[in-house]
């Protein structure tokens, strides 16, 4: 262990073995982990009651299947993303008490109860019914961490009177991530309401010139409301993520 | 003069001089203008009322006043857009009688009285304060073109209550043009509020991913209201044009 | 009820049991929905005939058949655009009533007798052959809507005398809608023959730079001719839609 | 005014000159400011204490001067984006208490005298030396909106040691924005060392394939950290203002 | 027939039973096929020993063999292009005249034996194995409309003395169709060689950054040679039909 | 000079000074020039008649002068691309003798009397006036290579019948020559009218979406016509150069 | 044999049969490869220990098998690329002394024991794990060609420590190879730690804004760090190809 | 200064005054550079010799020499890139022995004569005589890195001749830069003669579908040789640092 290496410089130090000159010489060519890994990980116990998280689209069941093991050991939450029906049932072969959302395609496994750390309400509002399941994504990501979560499904700008009639929720919520995918233009419209951050989520969802999510994240960009920020296109995970963070701070 | 061709060869016919066959010939070999012409333009006395109309971007002062004198034999009212200022001051000072509108860029004569012919208001609405020049290229494009037009400006999607604020206007409209640039949302509100034809200009006010309008381009093609219909960026005389066609339906 | 709310209010005040000021204060606060939602949707009286509509692509069939069972109580027509065979088959065993279009990809249910409430003839025109299912969806969607609609099939600027061939049917359409692929020209030369409103539709039709129809898009926006806008790329719902507000105005 | 026209139908009511269901059909057809805008506005009491904002880049003088002088009446503080000298220069000369900083481009007029109402502290972290502008805007922005700002400038990835000799700093603040031209890797770093909320704005800086900033957005769009979601490019002003919203979430 | 309407009013001008005049009229007004139709198709002589050509690609086998039938009627080569395997077994069963070339995607049916009308060599030359499927189909289509045609295939500029040991080839040749993917470099080469006409057609071969031909396409319209001109990406035909008119020009 | 070298070697065989593998090896090193350079520049016997061609734009007017000094030696004609007013004064300060042609940009000097080599004429037709510039660099270009030219200018398809107006010009040319900004769609027409090579030169004329040129370089490479080939955006002197190696084939 | 011809050519001057004249002009007229060819591939020797190399992502089966005959020939070591499963196991059936590496696609025959020739290590990094197959084969590459290979995977900017955890490595490597997905920003880190060439791999790893490696092409090449060069998306044949010419120069 | 916090620490130890976990504790709190920096920038050695560089281009001169001032302490040699004739005067004056190479568009001061490190020639190509300032600027950074240079300007493709009679220069070098824009189709070529690393450069040079060096990059990264790396478009410095870091392996 690297640790002892250290340790060691400083016992001869005290038994006067070595020179101060000499010893300063070899704890500057110790192995970096020895000292500074220390320093630099010293503000992840800010994330303690986080999960771990896999991202599963580009692994095979048994790589998945492998890392989970090693994190369990961690006695810590884990969360798998991007998981589809045949891979979650292989996975849930194995840890019978994880639990499959097919809509948000997420495993969750709560090794320990999940403590409500985020102050405010997170709330996820989609345009449409397509983008749900990536609004799915963001709300397991924001509960596995601690969060409570409401949501607000399929009230696009084409019918806005559907959106006002939802005033309340929205005024409630201390985090809003706004998901869709066509024009984008909802995430607009809520932060033109509401003094509070609002993360806006592009979708896939669209055809011809939406090109798989660009407009709407090229809407969300330009918005004219200034209270937006914008995370990769069809990214749940992330707007979950970057709302639980904001809920913590 | 080529009707005179095909009345020669009638005259021989009527004289007995050439049989039907050869004429039959003869006139088919005849230069298009003479006979098919007439059924081509045919239809152009539809446009009756209508403008002439130059763009003016690409053309230097002398050849647009070549083209107005011209154009001036005709009798119709005439439209230069895409005119600066230096320019207009050029085009007035030989066309006194002509009217420079320095926000829409257009130089309108008015040789004869504007009769209206549209049946309904066009009513233009714009997202921001810099969308006004292209919202004012549509506007005078429409009167020019013998409509009632109405306009709603500032009124973008980041404090949608002011929208609102203006129902009974849009209400009123038989035909919208709705300018905006930026994220170019504001069209699929509005389309969301009523029943009638929105022609939508992107416009290119924005920085950054905005792309000199192609973002709001792309929004507005990818709406998820239905009423919706698209011209080139910036291009307010498209939009005039379009709901002056649509406004005689 | 919200209505119920107001009327309340109206009570006490009627009944001297609260002060003006206090039934001010109290309206003011009460739920969106119970006033403003009125006015806002005073509006789509407007569009009484219109059927209502289904985006069939990315929903499934149980979906799909629980949205229609729920439209059907309004008694007003239904259109599901974006259906395949597979899908189009359960829907119809559900709805026997119903009809598919194979071509356009949609199922209309007429619970109703559809009335022409348009005024003009919508003539839908198409570039290729390849262009005709989007031309498809264009035309059932304009005739549920109430419209006349006649059609103009493979008459692509390649041969331009076929399109030429057809003057009188082009004179007559009171609004057009021109469907084409590959360089998307056609409906710049139509827009060159009538003085009527065009929607042009570009397709996904080409291969190579054809970029699944962006350069037909692209060519569309750029037209030399005025009286041109645009939908979206394969939007013929889109352009139905857009020409029925029109054959209305 | 309108708050009237409700008034009088009330007292109407309340002394039994119309029946409560004409009173009911009467309010629902009253203008919406009347009733629903303070129901829609009600959320702003939230935005108090935060400045009124004026995008500079599209307005003359006079237009910004004119706005100023309305606004001047709210007496709340005022903050001018986008300004370059000339403007600035003229705008000072109307208000002489306002002060210009010219590497952020903004005018700022502290009407009233700035409270924190920020719990965290935000800091403002940049790539190069030609980030700062970028980075300015931001932070003044924080600072009028009531925020402890502080910030670490010329930290690249290029010499990462840099940045990590300011470990105390990093992870000392509660909301961290990052500005990064070029290929815009920082934020991923930053936000690999800690568990705050990162914003990240991506700049023009650069040339050739950066694409006047787009390649530093993708870069953040598709960071492998988590904790980071991203605005338009060079938009300091509104990382600055969802900052400030997150700051006091 | 349109022809006979012409006839009788000859007839009738003939016969003195209408004047002049009203006859000139009445022909103004015939539908255009009847008159001008045969002016517009006279180039179309030019034409002789042209093959019809049907684009397989979204066409059906059953639209195919229809076409083919009536075709068949006008005594003129046919050449079907991108058609696969499973249509070309379907096709060459109805037609077993035709013949199947799988390289080339192509089915020709020669009704009528080629006359060689081209004046010189077409030569088609590749940069890889991979682009011949394209050259094979340019030389399919130069065949059939006849021309002599020669190629060198696998010549690319990473070994370019493959291509010089073949100078004698590329000096004859009176056109040269030169097709490459990757980096689209060869017609530079090869047009730098000869003073001949240079047809480039970029091909979809490569990878990453090869767009799908477009990085190949690019390259070409950028040549620093000036005898190149371009055809869009696999677009064989296009380019053996160019080279087809250019040998006859 | 290389060629002594090898003359050299011969000698000293003859001489019998070496020996006959001695020799052989001597000139399988001998510099590249000394012998292949002349098989390589072979062709270029083609090429008399062809001026020497300077692209200006990136050159000083020393450079370009410098250049014409050397060529001038070589007593072929000289064309000299894209020079502006400022320098084409200078230029024929220098050489009294050439002439500019300020439209084309171009600056030609013949210094010897041009002969007519093309076998047809090559017809340059232009969509609009603003193409004219392009046209006549083209037109230039063909004519310094000596070939008999036509032009037609401002028939694009938005008035297609002034087009067909002129069905005689352009059924008399051997090589055409089609310039058009905007969608770019006149080569597709022109084409679909005769069988003969048509060079399609797209313009950056045009505004928001035309992108310089592109949409117009998109519509011609994805035409529906099957006799066009494509040169760069703008390139006038390639098409005419294209067109003159056509017209000699 | 060409070499023939000029051997035949030197025994007449020899023998005094022609004169020295003639014989240069006959030499001059010989084939390229009778004399330039030796002289364009005498760089060739330095290629002594390359392998032969085979694309085989566009080959079939029959096609790689034959290629790999002929090249055995030459008895140098034969590497393919791109090789599925299905087609390595049959090419291995064919050549069973031949390896398969599934990961990195690739078939590898040492006909002959490879000679290290390359001075220094290289070292091949990953940012994930899903980058290594790109990375392998750049590593198969390398070691065919002569050179000790070590690797350090899975050490991406996301979690800066782990990198700096290997420093020793990192310093030890005469030559770097980074490959990265995503934000490709870790070839800008690796690069600011040492003063050695790093070639940067952008792989097709990420979803939404990464555009299958463009956004990671596009920071490589936009690196702040000074030392990196870039090669196609995937491309990790050509990274180890490039690697082991730098570790020979 | 920061490492004495370190000695004093081990003072304590020494002296018995603090136990041992406590130091450890203590070190490992210590800040980062007084311990991990050394290790960190102990791969600097690396670098002696290497000049300091400043990237002029968004600098002010007074910015520009401050730096300089600083730098000068050290006495490395200095390179300032991207400087216009302006700034250099001015930077001259106070460095009077400084020096600009205008075409390079750099300063270089020389404060210590430069030591040739680098082992074999670079030779840098370009392609015309446009792409001679990016060349100009690897050759400036090259030298000054202690390399010898050669280099060989306007060899492009069209001509390639030119190119083959310069091979003996191409077989002597050890790394090469080629320097291209328009196709950017050389590097290819070069690559393909010999088995040395060729760095390219895609220049902004060209028009139309260029797009500022955009087809020069992707044909470069597309090239079917494989020996090649690229950087940034116009990025000279960079290419010669990287071939710099190659020479020294």
């Not at 038994?15 to 503000?43: C, M, V, W, Y």
């Not at 924001?142 to 006002?164: C, E, P, Q, T």
């Not at 869709?180 to 995430?187: C, I, N, W």
């Amino acid at each position: 262990m690297n640790e002892e290496d250290l340790k060691k410089i400083l016992y001869l130090v005290k038994d006067g073995r070595i020179n101060i000159d000499d010893a300063l010489e070899q704890i500057k060519t110790l192995p970096f982990e020895s000292i500074g890994f220390a320093t630099l990980d010293h503000h992840r116990t800010l994330r303690q009651g986080f999960p771990e998280v896999i991202w599963g689209e580009s692994k095979t069941v048994s790589q998945i299947i492998d890392i989970m093991e090693k994190m369990a050991e961690q006695r810590e939450n884990i969360l798998v993303t991007r998981v589809d029906d045949e891979k979650a049932e292989k996975i849930l072969k194995r840890f019978p008490e994880a639990k499959f959302n097919a809509l948000a395609r997420t495993v969750s496994w709560e090794i320990k109860s999940i403590k409500i750390t985020g102050k405010g309400i997170i709330l996820i509002i989609t345009a449409g019914t397509s983008d749900i399941p990536v609004a799915e994504e963001a709300k397991v990501t924001a509960k596995i961490m601690g969060n409570r979560v409401d949501s607000l499904y399929d009230v696009g700008i084409a019918g806005i009177h559907r959106l006002f009639g939802q005033r309340e929720k929205i005024f409630k919520a201390g985090v809003l991530i706004v998901v869709a995918g066509m024009e984008g233009a909802l995430p607009s419209v809520v932060s033109g309401l509401v003094a509070r951050p609002v993360i806006a989520v592009p979708t896939s969802i669209g055809y011809g010139t939406s090109f798989g999510g660009i407009t709407a994240l090229l809407g969300m960009l330009n918005s004219c409301s200034s209270g937006i920020s914008v995370v990769n296109i069809d990214n749940g995970f992330g707007a979950g993520y970057v709302a639980s963070l904001i809920n913590r701070v």
